[in-house]
């Protein structure tokens, strides 16, 4: 039987079989030698083949394979472990919670993300919210960011989950497609989707003033099926997002903005740091490419994990 993983608590899996019913099943013992380094060999979207565990007085199945991966968002946790752990495959787009104040969002985290996202061809939204709550500073903010991101490729849209604003967009562009939600906690990536399907009627939970800091309501990843033919896959706030193995001479080619300039650099191999007629380093001279981007760019690249206390928003 084949079926698809809607959601993962760690040793059990809800799979979807292809004729719409849900089975909890295990996975066989041999998936955590296969070499797949990460912390869960499984993620919410795989295809899966599984067998029917006669052995079991209740009706569950047993995984036996795992169908090739379209894609998948992987990360490298931030904690002394450094293990890799699969977010979610088989993605069509992610849609990336971002928010400026209560909890703050820094650019080095929508970096990393995006970076990841390009390394496996996963087209990435950049979803603005909590724009009512926002004074001048605030909205400036966010000018200041899209033109970061919208010249290169990005779109941005700025939401509203307690009004609506611009929600039915985001439901236009989700249509026909798995979409993933992602973001810090308290970001109201859970608002949001409850706003977008109320029949979820998913836990929230406040802010803590204290820290800025959401409190983490979605424990696991999971799929679900919308009412208006779309699948959302919904996530756990991530704090911080660590690159995964990624070379030097291969990472700028997932910064949209270098790529397209990289033919210009006088080496093939160009790393866009002390190189001589570096197209890369001439057009951030010239102000054409953001110097939060390089920034990133350059953290990622000497392997330095994010600074949550020191980074600055617009990284200026």
Request: net charge negative.
């Amino acid at each position: 039987m084949t079926g698809t993983v809607y959601k993962s608590t760690g040793s059990w899996y809800w799979v979807k079989t292809e004729e719409g019913r849900f089975l909890n099943c295990r996975i066989k013992g041999k998936f955590r030698i296969k070499g797949i380094k990460s912390t869960n060999p499984i993620a919410v979207g795989d295809k899966v083949k599984f067998d029917i565990d006669t052995k079991s007085d209740e009706e569950t199945g047993i995984i036996t394979e795992i169908y090739d991966r379209k894609n998948y968002i992987v990360r490298k946790s931030v904690n002394l472990s450094k293990q890799t752990h699969i977010i979610a495959s088989n993605i069509d787009q992610v849609f990336l919670i971002v928010t400026i104040d209560n909890p703050p969002t820094f650019t080095t985290f929508i970096d990393r993300f995006l970076v990841t996202a390009e390394a496996y061809s996963i087209d990435v939204v950049l979803v603005f919210n909590k724009i009512d709550t926002y004074e001048i500073e605030q909205k400036a903010e966010i000018l200041y960011l899209k033109d970061i991101y919208e010249p290169i490729g990005y779109k941005c849209i700025e939401v509203s989950a307690t009004d609506g604003t611009n929600v039915d967009k985001i439901k236009e562009m989700m249509k026909g497609k798995v979409s993933m939600f992602s973001g810090h906690s308290g970001v109201g990536k859970t608002t949001l989707l409850n706003f977008i399907e109320p029949s979820l009627d998913l836990k929230t939970k406040e802010i803590s003033e204290q820290h800025k800091q959401g409190q983490h309501t979605t424990t696991f990843a999971e799929m679900f099926d919308l009412t208006f033919d779309a699948q959302i896959i919904d996530t756990p706030g991530i704090k911080g997002f660590g690159v995964v193995d990624m070379e030097q001479d291969e990472l700028g080619d997932y910064f949209p903005e270098f790529f397209a300039l990289k033919q210009d650099c006088k080496f093939n191999n160009c790393i866009h740091i002390n190189e001589p007629h570096c197209a890369v380093k001439e057009a951030l001279e010239n102000e054409e490419i953001s110097w939060s981007r390089y920034k990133s760019y350059l953290q990622i690249i000497e392997g330095e994990e994010e600074n949550y206390r020191t980074d600055i928003l617009s990284g200026k």
